[in-house]
């Protein structure tokens, strides 16, 4: 009868596969009480090889991994191992080619992926090779400390259990050592991505104190001298670098948004101490009276404010239970955190800001606490607190590197400013939302310009006033009202509107010329005398009634003698084209113009004479050329003789050609006593315009003048903005959509029942 057989001896077979030649596999019995360090000396005895410690023994079915002592219970009788080399041994191989050709790398990196799902394997990668070279503060090779770095991210990623063994080992001054040592932005990349890896799998207490650990000064002053400050947006490791320090920045700021979404509890004692030490602090400088009585803004009268309406004074709007304003997240708790880290740190400005506030109107206070909530609000919105960051974000700032409370201390400085610009805005509380608004944009645009300290923040946004926004603002319309101008369809409704407007600017001169117009006409043989003409339309348009006047009458329609009839008129001529213009061509057409000047130089049109150094010439008087014949005593009797003498200075007399705003109407004579062309002199620009335009009008001519072109492009932009206020918000296309294609059938009539 055979021995029984020992329960704890299992019979199995292990088969070599370290080595490239394949002896005859191991069959054999293995005690489970044995340890397997004695079991694997056996076997490398049994197949003379070297270095047992090298070797290891993994399973082959169901899933490879290797043996140890924790899961060496599963074996069983009939199993078969392998004996491969050891997970250390394995990690050697593995970093060793990473530092080879391409094709030893890709080989390493494939088998690192095949073996990366052994926990074994995993945990001795990390801790003796791929750690020990993170954590060595000596110098190391480059290559290898940025694939260590890498392969640690990665495991950090893409598995929670063997995060927690890098964890263990890998602590934020060891990796900032290689950020305060190593000055290659590869490098520095590789720590801040492991960072921001470490921080995102982490647990939320955990996260808490890594990111306390990188805002103190210690790690903040690394992180500011050494990445943030030396590399920007634009340099030649810019893209990497700048994405991980915005996802480094992002999380850092996220870590405000618990307090953002906490809202206040009535039971929260620590919260209502707060609120009452805001009250506290205010009164005790309301008692001592900060500001003294020239301090106080001249034309406000000072008043103590009563104890019942100190919340008030405040800024509360619940001011009988403050706690109440709390409740709305966000911002939640975080407004009163940064309420009282102000009233706090920054007790100077909190006193001034809540005492000038207590000394004006009611309707002209700014409201300290509704102002910090909806402020507290704002910053969360545009530095996107609690906001997942992006993978294509790039935009860091520096200025949140370089302060331990950047964001309470960000709201310290634009409290101040809301304060500033509602001052500046005469703001009542009715106007609290447009100053939010504008404080928004100061505080958008200030951030854009990436200040690189909160200080250099603080003169960028003070000085960057309400004038200066409300003139962006105004630019920026226009602008986006001649961009939106521009498009395809919008010029097809100016091409369909233009005829219409047309036709009401044509009706409007036409209604001037009916009102009629004085006109002024150069008397005939005598120099500088005038008369005057009334001229206006018919009711029915057909006849211009016009005939001579005094200076001071205004004719009825009834009074004008003289008439032409519309359908007589040939052309309305201009200018230079005028008959009463062409029979004065042999005398001057010329303007006088008279300046005081010294002589050297040249001026435009003048004799060889200029003005005083640095200046131009004192224009003294123009006037029409028929002065010629007067002598120069004559025109200069109206001035100081004694001062002109005294100046030492030379008359400076230069002509340009005289521009008058006349016109004529040409029609066929219809009696003896008519002339064929009746002439007019404008006594102004405008009169001028509507008259050539009115009378060209009349003869269905285009209406020539700037001021119709003018008049045409206000009305149309009035016109299409008023069409476009249902549109606001809608993109414009840039063509239009296309026409579907008919239905199969027409069938789909409705029939009533």
């Known amino acids: 009868m055979a021995p029984p057989r020992d329960s ?19 069959l054999g019995g293995f005690s489970l009480q044995d340890p397997l360090a004695a079991f694997i000396l056996e076997l490398c005895a049994h197949w003379k090889v070297e270095h047992p410690d090298h070797f290891a023994l993994q399973y082959t079915d169901p899933s490879v991994y290797y043996v140890t002592e924790k899961n060496r219970s599963k074996i069983k009788d009939g199993t078969v191992l392998h004996l491969v080399f050891s997970a250390g041994k394995t990690a050697d191989d593995i ?23 052994d926990v074994t394997f995993a945990n001795e990668f990390i801790r003796r090779k791929v750690a020990s070279y993170v954590n060595y503060h000596g110098s190391v090779d480059v290559r290898t400390l940025n694939s260590s770095l890498t392969i640690l991210e990665n495991i950090v990623i893409n598995s929670q259990t063997k995060y927690l063994v ?12 290689h950020i305060s040592n190593n000055k290659k932005g590869e490098i520095q990349q590789a720590v801040l991505a492991l960072v ?37 947006e ?92 709390f409740k709305d997240t966000p911002p939640g708790m975080l407004a009163l955190d940064n309420m009282i880290y102000f009233a706090r740190n920054h007790s100077d400005q909190y006193a001034k800001l809540v005492l000038e506030n207590c000394y004006r109107a009611d309707s002209h206070e700014c409201p300290f606490g509704r102002a910090s909530i909806e ?39 634009c409290i101040v400013l809301l304060n500033k610009t509602w001052k500046e805005m005469k703001a009542t509380t009715e106007d609290f939302s447009k100053v939010v608004s504008v404080v928004k944009e100061q505080i958008k645009r200030s951030i854009l310009k990436q200040p690189p300290t909160l200080e250099e923040f603080r003169k960028a946004i003070n000085n960057l006033t309400y004038a200066e926004i409300a003139e962006i603002w105004r630019q920026e319309r226009l602008n986006n009202e001649e961009q939106e101008m521009q498009a395809p369809p919008i010029k097809e409704l100016r091409r369909s509107l233009m005829p219409d407007i047309l036709e009401l600017i044509q009706q409007h001169r036409l209604r001037y010329l009916v009102e009629g117009t004085k006109f002024k006409i150069l008397a005939r043989g005598v120099r500088l005398k005038y008369n005057f003409r ?34 007589d008129i040939k052309s309305v001529v201009t200018g230079k084209d005028c008959p009463h213009m062409k029979e004065k061509s042999g005398s001057s057409t010329h303007c006088l113009h008279v300046f005081l000047g010294l002589p050297s130089g040249r001026r435009p049109g003048t004799s060889n004479l200029t003005a005083l150094p640095n200046a131009s010439p004192s224009l003294l008087f123009k006037c029409s050329n028929h002065l010629n014949r007067l002598t120069l005593s004559t025109v200069l009797s109206s001035f100081n003789p004694h001062s002109l003498a005294t100046s030492s200075l030379h008359l400076l007399i230069c002509e340009e050609e005289s521009c008058q705003p006349c016109f004529s109407v040409l029609h066929d004579s219809s009696g003896i006593s008519e002339t064929n062309s009746v002439d007019f002199v404008a006594p102004d620009e405008k009169n001028y315009n509507y008259w050539v335009d009115g009378l060209n009008a009349l003869l269905r001519q285009r ?37 579907p294609p008919p239905p199969p059938n027409y069938s789909f009539c409705y029939q009533l029942p």
């Open 8 to 26: 704890n001896v299992v019979k199995l077979a292990v088969e070599m596969r370290a080595l490239d030649t394949k002896p005859v596999p191991f």
């Open 95 to 117: 970093l060793h080619k990473l530092r080879k050709t391409s094709e030893e790398r890709k080989e390493a990196l494939e088998k690192l992926v095949r073996m990366s799902g």
């Open 166 to 177: 890098v964890e263990k080992h890998i602590t934020i001054a060891k990796l900032l050592h």
């Open 196 to 232: 921001n890896a470490m921080i995102q799998k982490s647990e939320p207490q955990k996260r808490k104190c890594w990111c306390n650990t990188l805002t103190s000064r210690q790690y903040r002053t690394i992180l500011s001298n050494n990445v943030v400050l030396p590399h920007g």
């Open 234 to 325: 634009n340099s030649s490791v810019g893209s990497d670098l700048a994405h991980q320090l915005y996802v480094l920045q992002q999380l850092l700021l996220n870590q405000y948004e618990e307090r953002m979404n906490t809202s206040m509890d009535v039971n929260d004692q620590d919260a209502t101490e707060k609120i009452k030490e805001l009250r506290k602090i205010a009164l005790s400088l309301m008692e001592s009276n900060i500001l003294s009585p020239e301090q106080v803004p001249s034309g406000i009268t000072p008043r103590r404010p009563e104890y019942k309406k100190e919340y008030k004074k405040l800024g509360f709007k619940n001011d009988i239970n403050p706690a109440q304003d």
């Open 375 to 413: 402020l507290t609000k704002l910053l969360c919105e545009v530095l996107k607190i609690g906001d997942v960051p992006t993978e294509q974000g790039q935009s860091y700032h520096a200025m949140f590197f370089s302060f331990d409370y950047v964001f309470e201390e960000l709201f310290s400085i």
């Open 534 to 567: 009334y001229c206006r339309l018919s009711p029915n348009h057909k006849f211009l009634h016009y005939d001579d006047c005094d200076e001071k009458s205004v004719p009825s329609l009834d009074e004008l003698g003289k008439k032409i009839s519309i359908v």
């Open 703 to 739: 209406m020539p003048s700037q001021q119709t072109a003018a008049d045409l492009e206000t009305l149309l932009n009035m016109e299409i903005k008023l069409r476009l206020l249902d549109a606001e918000g809608v993109t414009i296309p840039s063509s239009q959509p296309p026409i």
